[in-house]
Structure formats: C-alpha cells, structure tokens
C-alpha cells in the first residue's frame, strides 16, 4: 500500500510561485510513476505533470510547460511540483498520484491506482 500527503498548497497572486510536495510512505517507488493532476469546480480532474521515478522521465501539459516543474527526491521519497508565474486559471486542487509497473509516462488520471488527499491553490487577479 502506498500513501501519499500532498502540502504547499495556498493563495497567491497571479504570476507568483508555489512548491507542492507529495510524501510518499509504504513502499520504495524504484519503478513507479508519479504524476500532479488538477481539479477546478465543475470540471473534471486534468494531467498537469508525471515523472517516471526510475531514470526521471517528464511530461507536462500543454498549458503548464515552461511555468511547471516536476521532480523527486529518491532519499526523501517525495515528488515536487514547482509552479512559477501562476494565473488564476491555475486554481484548482493539486492531487499527488502513483503507479506501479510503470515504464513510460502516464497521463490518464483512471490508470493511478494511489491517490493523496489534495490541496488547494488558489491565484488571485
């Protein structure tokens, strides 16, 4: 079993920063991936990023490259999201998600079998 506690969360101003982390406990993720994903009111959970915990593979939604950056620390077991130069189209609640087995990079949300709790973001104007 894997659990995962998402933090960072908050309020910010448009074109600020803020760093989301994700805890991961219960098992080594050595060939595991982990992936952010959103969800504003009334639509439905979207890919924002994923690394592949073994060799650090990356993906980023269209709407977030360039702004967004995933990582991990392997002696932490944590995954990060850095978010710079937000917009207030960037408000949603961030979840943290795992796979295991995974080889290549994964972007449907239905293929995450773990999930953490989210935490909002919310960019003001």
């Known amino acids: 079993q894997v659990q995962l506690d998402e933090s960072g969360g908050g309020l910010v101003q448009a074109g600020g920063s803020l760093r989301l982390s994700c805890a991961v406990s219960?098992?080594?993720?050595?060939?595991?991936?982990m992936g952010w994903f959103r969800q504003a009111p009334g639509k439905e959970r979207g890919f924002v990023a994923a690394?592949?915990?073994?060799?650090?593979?990356?993906s980023y939604a269209g709407s977030v490259k360039g702004r967004f950056t995933i990582s991990r620390d392997n002696g932490k077991n944590a995954v990060y999201l850095q978010m710079n130069s937000l917009k207030p189209e960037d408000t949603a609640v961030y979840y943290c998600?795992?796979?295991?087995?995974?080889?290549?990079?994964?972007?449907?949300?239905?293929?995450?079998?773990?999930w953490g709790q989210g935490t909002q973001v919310t960019v003001s104007s």
């Open positions: 690394i592949l915990w073994s060799g650090g593979d990356t």
């Open positions: 998600a795992a796979r295991g087995a995974l080889h290549s990079i994964v972007v449907d949300p239905s293929r995450y079998n773990y």
């Open positions: 219960g098992r080594t993720l050595s060939n595991y991936g």
